[in-house]
């Protein structure tokens, strides 16, 4: 029961963000609304969605660094490949082609992919994580954080129609989970994720992605964050294995 409440709890705060988007869809088709209107409704949504945290945060009085709201962990660039490996994730979907659709549907675009990731990432990499580091080890944190991302995920993945690009929905939002932990453990911050989050769904949005070309595309992004997933895996391995041996070599003196 110690072990399922940070769990159920995750789940909660997961529901309290869906809240927001729901909401939000409601609105834009009641009355009908254009893309560019889409855009800035939804994005308003997700940024009125950080309160919540912010209000928990004062309440329980945890210091914004806990939460990754902090500068990078001094020599962590170079743990994570300077985050080259997170672009070169991006460029299978660029390479099918882009399509801008003017500077209006750029600048909402950017809005709306911003407000996403940092709304986002203050949930499942800020509170959420702490939530569960507090009650697991590190890479049980990792594995339970990122499914319960990929939960989160689960209601947008339903209105996709094929099953293919379901499984690769499902798979790329469980490797980003993965992926975007491991990044913040490493870093101590959350600033890499929300860029790297913002610029994963700007992507996604401008691909000209579609059919065939759209499962390549994804199928590739999903293996190049899988390698580097393996990656960060092994030096957040290592970290654990040397903190170890420093806790170890302090208890003998």
Excluded at 162 to 178: D, K, P, R
Aim: proline share 3%.
């Amino acid at each position: 029961m110690q072990k399922t409440k940070p769990v159920l709890l995750s789940i909660v705060w997961t529901i309290v963000l869906l809240i927001f988007p729901v909401v939000s869809g409601v609105i834009v088709t009641v009355f009908k609304m254009n893309q560019i209107e889409i855009f800035l409704t939804q994005g308003c949504f997700m940024l009125l969605s950080i309160i919540i945290p912010i209000i928990y945060v004062c309440k329980k009085k945890i210091h914004l660094k806990v939460i990754g709201l902090r500068k990078m962990e001094p020599g962590s660039i170079g743990k994570t490949l300077f985050f080259i490996p997170v672009v070169l994730s991006e460029l299978p979907l660029i390479l099918v082609g882009v399509d801008f659709k003017g500077f209006t549907y750029v600048s909402v675009l950017i809005f709306f992919t911003l407000a996403v990731g940092i709304s986002e990432e203050v949930y499942f990499r800020g509170i959420i994580l702490k939530l569960l580091k507090d009650n697991f080890s590190v890479k049980q944190t990792i594995v339970i954080s990122a499914l319960v991302f990929g939960i989160g995920h689960f209601a947008s993945i339903l209105a996709v129609q094929s099953i293919v690009e379901v499984l690769l929905q499902i798979i790329n939002a469980i490797v980003f989970g993965i992926l975007a932990a491991e990044i913040v453990m490493l870093t101590k911050s959350l600033f890499p994720v929300i860029i790297w989050h913002f610029l994963f769904n700007f992507v996604n949005h401008i691909s000209l992605i579609a059919s065939t070309s759209e499962y390549i595309a994804i199928g590739l992004q999903a293996i190049i964050m899988i390698i580097y997933a393996l990656y960060l895996w092994n030096k957040i391995s290592l970290e654990n294995v040397q903190i170890d041996k420093h806790v170890s070599n302090r208890l003998r003196v």
